[in-house]
């Protein structure tokens, strides 16, 4: 046995051990019929196989869940927060496991992996120090002032349906799960096919902070298969994908008249000013850019820069890109990682091709890098983008960033807002009252300014969510939580009814009902 054989060895031990016994945690209502392959992008091959649950196995989740639900709802919000502020612990705790698997599974960069364990860990604070403030019972103004006392309450919806993608795997499998479940919920999720593992660990180490088996359960699979039946079930349905998905899922929820979020793609448009600090834009668009390889749906595709500044700023940051260090490394020195399958590998390069033939002029990359990984590619700047080109106006989720120059600012936002999406805008300008009155014209969820993504998406107290064709409802802030509640309104009317008192004629009443809303018009706190 040579060296690098034994190494290899090693390594696939240590997969073995840290995928070991995940399986359990997938809901089946007998032997699975079906298996699914999960691979390791970094080298394309196998590093295990799941269960392709179908619709039988979907229906014994969701009893299971609605069973665990009863329970967990009868818990007070406080007793609920305190598995998420051991949840919070047990992430940190077991960082380096997490992004071991993130890794495995995904092929990201280990930087990029630890955002989610970050994002994870803020959300699961940010919901259980928050969580009853947001959903205690509210005193309402009632009808008659002094008469009818109105208060509202926020009851669970039941069980919440989550179908998650790939690109984020650990954050998004249990950031949308936090309010769902301390709203006092049960969740059922379906995560994509090649990250389930990293889901299934997430989820078992909710369960060692506290969160009863039931009140979380998983089913693994095809979308095209388990997808539906999980939506009829549900009580609300959280989705997150491409767009063209979430109009399927929509549909189908809207069937069931069950209340939905679409968390879905983005075509992101960043903007540099004249007056922005090039070193800094420069380091932020390159996160903006090439974060996750691209792979991220608020990462930056579109970029449109100032005619005084395009020449420093395409020179730096061309430069910049040249530096970074692209590879599979499972450290934290990796700039850029793999794309995650050859399916979006021929994405990104027919994408690029297509636009080389058609005119576009390559300033770095544009090339796979087959040295490295069977689906790594360079990151990639464009200019000469026009419409004739797929990836002008469509998402490439790849490091690929197409670059424009501009020299008129509503011009500009007209370019910026000149899209079918609206989830994503970045900004640069060191003059923030300017950033902060562009970003109110453009039209996209969260605009960061001086920064690519993370501001915005960091804000945890903001909600976060797209416009357009980049979906419906938001996630974070009180519009994260409430949306998995009902509100219901309860109002006590004392003393008189709502009509003419007894011995009072309608008609007196109507007259003196009017004298009435006139001077209400005019009486702050009773309008
Ligand atoms: P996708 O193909 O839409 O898949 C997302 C999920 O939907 C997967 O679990 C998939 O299952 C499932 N699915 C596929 N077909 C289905 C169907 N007919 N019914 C129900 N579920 C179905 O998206 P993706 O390629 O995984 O992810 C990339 C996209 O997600 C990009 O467009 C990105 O912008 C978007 N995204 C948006 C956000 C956001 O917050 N706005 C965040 C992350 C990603 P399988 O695994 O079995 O295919």
């Known amino acids: 046995m040579t060296v690098s054989e034994s190494a290899a060895e090693a390594e696939l031990e240590v997969e073995a051990e840290l995928l070991a016994g995940l399986e359990s945690g997938v809901t089946t209502a007998g032997a699975p019929e079906e298996r699914f392959d999960v691979e390791a992008p970094f080298r394309g091959t196998k590093i295990g196989d799941l269960p392709a649950c179908g619709p039988d196995d979907v229906e014994v989740a969701f009893e299971r869940a609605r069973q665990g639900q009863e329970a967990w709802e009868r818990r007070s919000v406080a007793e609920r927060a305190e598995v998420f502020k051991r949840y919070h612990d047990l992430v940190i705790e077991n960082c380096e496991e997490l992004l071991d698997i993130v890794q495995l599974e995904s092929g990201k960069a280990r930087r990029h992996a630890y955002e ?25 103004e009632g009808a008659l002032p002094g008469l009818t006392e109105t208060e509202v309450h926020h009851h669970p919806v039941g069980v919440v349906g989550m179908i998650t993608p790939w690109n984020y795997p650990l954050s998004l499998a249990v950031s949308d799960a936090i309010p769902a479940l301390l709203a006092g919920n ?19 180490l909710l369960r060692e902070a506290g969160l009863p088996r039931d009140v979380f359960r998983v089913v693994t699979g095809h979308g095209k298969v388990i997808g539906e039946p999980l939506v009829a079930e549900s009580d609300f349905v959280c989705f997150t994908g491409s767009t063209e998905t979430g109009r399927i899922v929509a549909s189908q929820a809207g069937e069931h008249l069950t209340k939905c979020s679409m968390e879905l793609g983005g075509k992101n448009p960043g903007i540099v000013c004249d007056d922005a600090d090039v070193d800094r834009a420069v380091e932020g668009l390159i996160r903006g850019c090439f974060t996750n390889a691209g792979q991220l749906c608020i990462s930056i595709e579109r970029l449109y820069v100032h005619e005084d500044v395009y020449g420093q700023f395409v020179e730096a940051f061309v430069d910049a890109i040249e530096g970074l260090h692209v590879g599979a ?14 399916e979006q590998l021929e994405k990104v390069t027919d994408h690029v091709e297509e636009a080389k033939a058609q005119g576009a002029t390559v300033l770095t990359g544009g090339t796979a890098r087959p040295d490295l990984g069977p689906y790594f590619y360079e990151p990639t700047v464009l200019t000469d983008v026009d419409e004739s080109m797929t990836l002008c106006a469509n998402e490439t989720f790849g490091p690929v960033v197409a670059v424009y120059e501009w020299s008129d600012e509503d011009d500009v936002i007209e370019r910026a807002n000149d899209s079918d999406y609206g989830l994503n805008a970045s900004i640069w300008t060191e003059d923030h009252e300017r950033g902060r009155e562009m970003a109110t014209q453009i039209e996209t969820g969260t605009v960061n300014v001086n920064e690519g993504y993370a501001a915005a998406w960091a804000s945890l107290d903001a909600p ?35 009509t003419n008192p007894p011995g009072v004629p309608h008609w007196l009443y109507a007259k003196l009902m009017n004298k009435t809303l006139k001077i209400q018009r005019h009486i702050p706190g009773m309008r």
């Open 329 to 342: 490394g499972y450290d934290h020195d990796v700039d850029v990682g793999s794309l995650i399958s050859e």
């Open 116 to 140: 989610e364990v970050l994002d994870v860990a803020m959300t699961a604070r940010h919901y259980a120090y928050r969580a009853e403030d947001y959903l205690e019972s509210e005193e309402r």
């Open 464 to 498: 976060m969510g797209g416009m357009k064709n980049s979906g419906i409802g938001r996630r974070h802030g009180d519009e994260g939580i409430m949306k998995y509640t009902e509100s219901q309104t309860v109002s006590v009317q004392k003393h008189l009814g709502m």
């Open 186 to 204: 049960s969740v059922v999720i379906k995560p994509a096919e090649q990250t389930s593992y990293t889901a299934l660990k997430a989820i078992e």
